[in-house]
């Protein structure tokens, strides 16, 4: 949260961090800036993967996207929730966590986790495949951060090469990578243990044309950025065949 508002204060900006306890139950940390604002219809989608806006302004540049999903993710796994504000570009931002209060009281019931919180995650064997280093990263994290053991490779060759040295369950590969731009799910599909592995295709291409090449490249499933995260959590729990039924 720090990073995000230093990164989009101009010197001889403010940034104000409070901390206070709305009632017995909850913790709020706020975090203001009077950097350059977020504009209104970026706001509903801040916190997904991969969000950028489409204007120009400072905040925009760089994308703060999966940075702040990450946040979220975090926040999530404590039973809490973030929240951004922002009157207009130009005017600064703020942004809101709310946590629960562990309170140690035996007449005290335990603070109720947030619904956001899902059932506990099956551990997956994950390969992620990126060449922008910060989505790539972050990605990984954030998997990590789900209980996943997960591998890394920033371009087509290496994504082939992690594949066949780790042998994951799930691959998640971008699509226009450098070396073996495209042909990454074939590559993988035309040996033995690559047929057995679940291969998605994150990209921002989102057409019917789009999906149908990624599905003839031996892809199971085609997830289209800014992504949703609870629905890449959802594919990760599901069996290989459930994934490629929901695709077609």
Not at 60 to 69: M, S
Request: glycine share 8%; hydrophobic share 40%; with cysteine.
């Amino acid at each position: 949260m720090l990073n995000n508002a230093t990164k989009y204060t101009e010197p001889g900006g403010q940034i104000n961090i409070g901390v206070t306890c709305s009632g017995e139950e909850l913790v709020e940390i706020r975090v203001r800036d009077s950097g350059s604002g977020i504009s209104p219809e970026l706001l509903p989608r801040l916190f997904n993967l991969f969000t950028q806006s489409d204007s120009t302004t400072h905040r925009a540049e760089g994308g703060l996207d999966i940075r702040l999903a990450l946040v979220r993710k975090r926040v999530e796994m404590h039973g809490g929730t973030v929240a951004a504000y922002s009157e207009r570009t130009s005017r600064g931002s703020q942004f809101l966590i709310r946590l629960p209060l562990h309170i140690r009281r035996p007449q005290r019931k335990p603070v109720a986790v947030s619904t956001a919180t899902r059932e506990l995650t099956v551990p997956r064997r994950i390969l992620v495949a990126d060449d922008n280093a910060d989505s790539l990263e972050s990605l990984a994290a954030l998997l990590r951060c789900d209980g996943h053991e997960v591998y890394t490779a920033c371009d087509g060759e290496q994504a082939v090469e992690q594949a066949a040295k780790h042998r994951p369950e799930i691959a998640l590969l971008d699509i226009g990578m450098p070396k073996l731009d495209g042909e990454v799910g074939k590559k993988i599909c035309a040996e033995a243990w690559g047929r057995a592995m679940t291969l998605i295709a994150l990209t921002g291409w989102g057409q019917d044309t789009d999906r149908k090449r990624t599905a003839e490249a031996g892809f199971d499933a085609h997830l289209v950025k800014p992504l949703d995260i609870s629905e890449l959590f959802v594919y990760l729990q599901l069996p290989a065949e459930t994934i490629t039924a929901i695709a077609k």
